[in-house]
């Protein structure tokens, strides 16, 4: 049995959560988390989130009054919330809280955040911030990743699909995808030294983890002021789904088909022919399309991880 919390008050947490995050068991965890906090005398506000802007919106609020801000969901609503405190001007003054609630929950990953209401408690209330890296994506800040390829088209395709949801979603996504890809010509451009290179998918990454649990960049560090650029080049088809069983433990990096960069600004263009659009990912949302310059903002979050 884990040992009992001890009073620690002086902290006040404000929960923003996703309601559509992880469904009952999530909120079943917030529950338990919330009610250990109380029992341990901190204060916890608890507020659902209307959408994106609404979420950033009461982050910055409840920051602004001296509150530990708690993202609770998957890495759209992490990636969000911790973006938009990442991107106030008394950032580095703001304490990030990440309750995992989500289906991927990569970023909880790379930090080695519980998912164990006990653990987690513990870790909010006793555990000294952190200082993480983010990324400036376009303007706006996220904490994970960046990218534009195939798994980016898969992202939207699983948007789109009406009749699945969750993982069975991404699932038929991603295989729609890879069906229909044809190679991306890109202009990559990292700390102003450019490549043209053809490929499936261009990944800039703060984080190891992206797409549930894949560990497609695993030297990555969430502290060290750089950025991890994976690319996979061009190839058969069967190429792909091989890299594909490799990211579970990262092993695709030692395939002479992936490419591994590293600095702090990568620009990612599309080179080829005029007409064709790119969307481009970040922590599991589709801002846009390329070009997408991603920089990386070094310590700019406070975050309560092991």
Same mark, same amino acid.
């Given at each position: ?49 209307? /959408?994106?802007?609404? #979420?950033?919106?009461? %982050?910055?609020?409840? =920051?602004?009054? @001296?509150? $530990?801000?708690? +993202?609770? *969901? ?7 919330? /911790?973006?938009?405190? #990442?991107?106030?001007? %008394?950032?580095?003054? =703001?304490?990030? @809280?990440? $309750?995992?609630? +989500?289906? *991927? ?15 987690? %408690? ?29 798994? %980016? ?154």
């Amino acid at each position: 049995m884990p040992e009992p919390v001890r009073d620690h008050g002086a902290r006040s947490f404000t929960a923003i959560v996703n309601p559509a995050a992880g469904g009952s068991a999530s909120a079943s965890s917030l529950i338990t988390l919330a009610r250990l906090l109380r029992e341990a005398g901190a204060d916890v506000a608890v507020e659902y989130s209307r /959408g994106l802007e609404h #979420a950033a919106g009461v %982050a910055r609020a409840a =920051a602004g009054t @001296g509150r $530990v801000v708690l +993202g609770v *969901g998957g890495d759209g609503m992490v990636g969000c919330v /911790g973006g938009a405190l #990442a991107g106030l001007d %008394a950032g580095k003054d =703001a304490v990030f @809280g990440i $309750v995992p609630a +989500g289906r *991927g929950n990569d970023f909880a990953r790379q930090l080695g955040v519980p998912s164990d209401p006990e653990e987690l %408690a513990k870790l909010l209330l006793e555990g000294e911030p952190r200082p993480v890296d983010a990324i400036e994506a376009n303007g706006t800040p996220v904490l994970g990743s960046v990218y534009a390829g195939v798994d %980016a088209v898969a992202n939207d395709n699983a948007n789109k699909t009406r009749l699945l949801r969750g993982s069975a979603a991404y699932y038929v996504g991603a295989l729609r995808a890879i069906i229909s890809w044809r190679a991306a010509d890109y202009l990559i451009t990292v700390d102003g030294e450019s490549r043209s290179r053809q490929g499936y998918t261009v990944v800039a990454a703060n984080s190891g983890y992206y797409g549930f649990g894949r560990h497609i960049a695993p030297d990555a560090r969430v502290d060290d002021g750089l950025l991890d650029v994976i690319l996979i080049r061009n190839g058969p088809k069967k190429l792909f789904f091989a890299v594909m069983r490799e990211l579970e433990d990262g092993s695709h990096v030692r395939r002479p088909e992936v490419e591994v960069m590293r600095g702090r600004e990568v620009r990612i263009e599309l080179a080829g022919p005029p007409g064709r659009t790119l969307p481009y990912g970040a922590d599991g949302e589709l801002p846009g399309v390329l070009p997408v310059t991603a920089k990386v903002m070094p310590g700019a979050l406070r975050v309560l991880a092991p």
